[in-house]
DNA sequence: AGCACGCCGACT
DNA sequence: GTCGGCGTGCTC
């Protein structure tokens, strides 16, 4: 029996609602299936790579279908249970299909539609008058045969080609040709051997090798190849060989020309192999197996858990536990990790212990390595996937676990690019359609899985001692405004600081110094006037740079040389104001001359590799302080740390979001988790203005719960999650009194829904223009009890009426759900 | 989201 | 006189 049905609803990557219909040609009717790429024609002259969504009879009647071009896989490459997530997704976030699409599948296998042009007839059969640039292009296809639109504008150097094709069309000159081309080539590595001949034979052997009397090397080479293929049976890579052995490129090349060795291409899996030798999984102590079985308990009643652990607990000796189990049961397990963590050892370890089993994924993997991942999850190959969130979209076969490591972490929530989802909660929802255990970890739970835990919906496991049984580090504030009465500041070092730091050193020990980026950025300003240069772009202050002594825009990337004179007062005199990372640097390089110190921010790690070389250099402890931002909380672990500085805790305390107490106090104990996490108890100065402070004290006691009971209490009153869902919306807009018109006009819309507790703005955010668009913000919470699928269908429902009007639909409007 | 079409300013 | 600015409308 064919397949019967003559309509298909395709997935396309656009930001438009729904799926689009497409008529299935007599031909590809027995084959197509659902999950498939299929390539269609959109518009009047574009080709999509769709997703075959699903199939159906129902002719369209309001309009006329088209044809589906070419399937493009013979089995489907997207699961139906990644079809429904999608979905999910898009109504949960309100993005289109599409973008979820677009976010969900790699690149690499939505094929570039190409416009190739090709000659009808000949070149000495055109009789037309042609243009200048009409001949260059024809002389250009006549040497070449075909020629892509791309290719051809840059012939005629202009951003379009359109022009000139489309006349020499009309002129029955050339024709088009839609053709698609996959962007996906496997690597390819080059390998050496000896050559074989020279094996079998050996007076051939012993010939080539007199011949190589003067080239010493030479014979070496030969005879270290020789050994290296006696002693493993896998193929030679150059670059690994010549790495072992010494010796050049060049060299391997002239003894290729000898025909002493051969030289060839092995297409190798992208995904580096594990070198290590598998080991086996640590005994866990009491408490660990303790915690283990309760778990097992949790997931026995289908709850998913959070286990609370401090650091260095022990946590991931538990999730090895639980993996082995899924194995055995022969399900796979999803393993996510913040971004920033994937480089870390928590990675090597789990690789350590399960070998080739181990898929990863993150965002620093290229599209052709996504793909390889991609097909390998699809054919079932790894027992674990570790991932950054973008591996939640791995078309997995047979889910058993989903890991969330470091579940508090921000970096889970995609702000970017649409959909603005969290992994975390979408990690639930994927883990509930596979009927999947779920663990989320953390050891400053976020306050929503707390809360959840509190009311009995999540399962609560905790581990209270550090595996090693070193005691937490000792924890102390130091008063800034007394150190300043007393004059014991250098800086923005305060005298404890820099004491502690030269005791730190007397004990052999490395010193991190941790400065919070935000609100920091050094500026220039003007000495007699106060003004600073602000991006043209934007509304927000220029930073400077000084190793590249220039000014520049976070939000835009405009930058600019540092000026000479106050633009406003033409004043000569300019200073640079503001504590980043850079000054913090300076300033203690000047207090320890001798001592070696790296930096560690997102601008210092611009360079390739530059971040594992820091962290490199800093674990063979050449550098004595490593100065840096968030990126030095997270992730590492490094043993020798005596001392962690934190310049100033007030800028994280005092950021206009609801979540910064939440954030503050994760942070630090984070920070300060990095001090003495082998053997002897590390030591940890946090420099504030505000030593009283409810959240720094709950710090310096390691007390989360007392944290999140004010936290809580706070949001409850104030009417934010997790009590109830928040919704955002941003309006851009290059002119001011559109944004402001637009985001007043729906605001009224909504009005008669909420009271004013619940719909909050328009206002205008901190940064009030970016790009050169003007920014207006609403903020809708949902009323406890009420049905957010209702709050959403209002907000759309407004939205589209806005539409209605046409001088409206220019504002950009981009809606937020769940905001972090 | 792209992309084409269409109507107004600054230039060869 | 054209090029190209972006406002507007449409896409199965």
């Known amino acids: 029996m064919t397949n019967p049905f003559k309509f298909a609803e395709i997935i396309l990557p656009l930001a438009l609602p729904g799926t689009f219909t497409y008529e299935i040609s007599p031909v590809d009717v027995p084959y197509l299936k659902v999950g498939q790429r299929v390539s269609v024609p959109f518009g009047s002259n574009k080709l999509y790579t769709g997703i075959v969504h699903s199939l159906h009879n129902q002719k369209p009647e309001l309009y006329k279908t088209k044809m589906i071009d070419t399937i493009l896989d013979t089995e489907p490459l997207v699961t139906k249970i990644q079809i429904k997530f999608w979905e999910w997704m898009a109504n949960y976030y309100l993005c289109s299909l599409g973008d979820v699409y677009r976010n969900a599948f790699p690149t690499a296998l939505k094929w570039e539609s190409e416009t190739f042009v090709k000659f009808i007839g000949t070149i000495e059969q055109i009789q037309e008058h042609l243009a200048e640039e009409e001949w260059m292009v024809v002389n250009a296809i006549n040497q070449k045969g075909i020629l892509s639109v791309s290719e051809i504008a840059k012939i005629v150097e202009r951003k379009s080609a359109i022009p000139v094709i489309k006349s020499l069309w009309e002129k029955g000159i050339i024709h088009l040709d839609e053709v698609l081309k996959e962007k996906y080539t496997p690597k390819v590595e080059r390998f050496v051997r000896v050559n074989p001949e020279l094996k079998s034979n050996e007076k051939l052997f012993n010939e080539s090798l007199h011949k190589l009397k003067n080239a010493t090397k030479q014979r070496e080479t030969i005879l270290q190849l020789i050994v290296e293929e006696a002693q493993s049976s896998k193929p030679i890579k150059i670059s690994q060989f010549l790495k072992k052995y010494g010796g050049t490129h060049s060299m391997i090349n002239s003894m290729e020309e000898k025909g002493l060795v051969q030289i060839y291409d092995l297409e190798i899996s992208r995904i580096e192999e594990v070198k290590n030798d598998i080991i086996d999984s640590e005994e866990l102590n009491l408490e660990q197996y303790k915690a283990q079985k309760l778990i097992e308990e949790y997931f026995e009643e289908s709850k998913t858990v959070l286990l609370h652990g401090v650091t260095s607990s022990g946590k991931t000796e538990i999730y090895i536990k639980l993996i082995e189990q899924k194995i055995e049961e022969d399900k796979t397990t999803l393993f996510l990790l913040p971004e920033i963590s994937i480089t870390s050892q928590m990675v090597q370890r789990i690789r350590k212990h399960f070998g080739d089993k181990v898929g990863i994924y993150h965002s620093k993997f290229n599209q052709n390595e996504r793909v390889e991942l991609w097909n390998n999850t699809l054919n079932d190959e790894y027992k674990i ?25 921000s970096a889970y929530k995609q702000s970017d690019t649409k959909p603005f989802f969290h992994a975390r909660d979408m990690a639930l929802v994927l883990g509930s359609m596979f009927q999947a255990n779920i663990i989320l970890g953390s050891a400053t739970p976020s306050l929503e899985s707390y809360h959840n835990a509190q009311i009995g919906k999540y399962g ?15 924890i102390e504030l ?40 935000r609100g920091f950025a050094p500026v220039v300003e003007c000495m007699s006037c106060g003004h600073s240069p602000y991006c043209p772009n934007c509304d927000v202050p220029l930073t400077f740079h000084k190793f590249s002594n220039r000014l520049k825009c976070h939000y835009c990337g405009h930058s600019q040389g540092r000026p000479t004179k106050c633009s406003n007062c033409q004043s000569l005199e300019l200073t640079t104001k ?36 820091t962290i490199e250099a800093f674990e063979q402890q ?10 030095v909380a997270k992730g590492l672990d490094f043993s020798n740390i005596g001392l962690v500085g934190v310049i100033r805790a007030d800028s994280l305390l005092n950021f206009p979001d609801f979540r ?9 104990t984070q920070v300060a988790g990095r001090a003495g996490r082998r053997k002897e108890q590390g030591k940890v100065l946090i420099q504030t203005f505000n030593p009283d402070h409810e959240v720094l004290q709950n710090v310096t006691r390691y007390d989360y719960e007392k944290t999140a009971k004010d936290i809580l209490y706070e949001r409850k009153s104030f009417l934010y999650p997790p009590y109830l869902r928040l919704v955002q ?12 018109k637009v985001s007043t006009e729906f605001v009224r819309l909504l009005k008669p829904m ?22 207006r913000q609403v903020l809708i919470k949902i009323p406890e009890g009420a049905s957010a699928a209702k709050v959403k269908e209002w907000i759309q429902k407004s939205i589209e009426s806005l539409h209605t009007i046409q001088a409206f639909r220019s504002v950009r409007i981009e809606i937020d759900v769940d905001p972090s």
């Open 385 to 409: 996937v570790i991932g950054a969130r973008s591996a939640l979209f791995l078309p997995f076969q047979n889910l058993g676990l989903v890991i969330v490591d470091e579940e508090h972490e």
């Open 460 to 474: 609560y496991v905790q581990l209270t001692k550090r595996f090693t049984d070193v005691e937490l580090p000792k």
């Open 478 to 517: 130091i008063d800034l405004k007394r150190s300043i009465r007393n004059k014991e500041m250098v800086g923005d070092v305060s005298r404890t600081l820099e004491e502690a730091i030269r005791d730190t050193f007397k004990e052999g020990k490395q010193v991190l110094i941790f400065q919070n980026r």
């Open 578 to 613: 503001g504590i980043g990372t850079e000054q913090i640097e300076i300033q203690l390089q000047s207090l320890f001359p001798d001592k070696k110190i790296a930096r560690m921010d997102v601008d210092a790690m611009r360079k390739k590799h530059a971040y594992e070389k």
């Open 622 to 631: 050449e550098i004595d302080i490593l100065v840096g931002t968030q990126m």
């Open 660 to 668: 910064a107490h939440e954030k503050a106090f994760q942070l630090l």
């Open 729 to 740: 919306l941003t309006f851009r807009h290059a002119k001011v009194e559109k944004v402001d």
């Open 754 to 775: 909420f009271d004013e507790k619940h719909l909050l703005g328009p206002i205008e955010p901190s940064i009030g223009r970016i790009r050169n668009l003007y920014i």
